[in-house]
C-alpha cells in the first residue's frame, strides 16, 4: 500500500475530500463544524508504527478540539518520509486548557485535520452568505437576537 492510500481519509466520513466536495449552502447551516484551537495545543508529536484503530486515533469525535493548522503543518509534511521509515501514526502530546492527554493518531485523521482548517473560513463565508441570501432567515432571527439584547439592558 502506497503512503497516498494509506494517509487519505476514507471518503465516507465527515470532513473527508468528498464530504467537502458534495456540501451545498443548506447543508453548511446545519454542519456541527468542530471548533478549531486558536493557539498552540500541540505540545510534542514522534512517529509510532502503530496502526491506531480507536475512533478517537481515526475520526473526528463529537466535541473534539482541532489543534491549530501550525500544529498539524510539520506533522503532515513529515508524514511520507515517516511512511517510508515504516512509521504509520503519530503520538501526539496535546495541553487544552492545563489538561495534557497523549493520543495516537492515524495519518489519514491529520490531513482531516489539515482539511477541517482549511475549510473553516469557506464554512463560515457560505453560513453568512446563506443567511444574506435568506431574508425570511434573517427576519426572523434579527428579533429574536434584538430581544435578547433587550432584556440584559
Known amino acids: 500500500m502506497s503512503f497516498i492510500e494509506y494517509a487519505t ?4 466520513p465527515k470532513y473527508s475530500p468528498q464530504y467537502f466536495a458534495s456540501l451545498t449552502f443548506l447543508r453548511v447551516q446545519e454542519l456541527d463544524y468542530p471548533e478549531i484551537a486558536t493557539s498552540s495545543i500541540v505540545k510534542s508529536w514522534s512517529f509510532t508504527d502503530n496502526i491506531p484503530s480507536t475512533a478517537l486515533g481515526t475520526v473526528i469525535q463529537p466535541g473534539e478540539l482541532v489543534p491549530f493548522l501550525d500544529d498539524v503543518l510539520p506533522i503532515s509534511r513529515e508524514m511520507e518520509a ?15 486548557e492545563g489538561h495534557e492527554r497523549e493520543v ?30 435568506n431574508p425570511v432567515i434573517v427576519l426572523r432571527v434579527l428579533p429574536l437576537l434584538y430581544s435578547s439584547c433587550a432584556v440584559g439592558l
Open 104 to 133: 495516537e493518531l492515524h495519518f489519514s485523521k491529520i490531513r482531516v485535520y489539515v482539511a477541517i482548517n482549511n475549510h473553516s473560513r469557506a464554512i463560515t463565508a457560505a453560513r453568512e452568505l446563506y443567511l444574506l441570501a
Open 82 to 96: 515517516a511512511f517510508a521509515a515504516g512509521s504509520r501514526a503519530v503520538r501526539v502530546r496535546l495541553s487544552i
Open 9 to 12: 481519509p476514507v471518503a465516507t
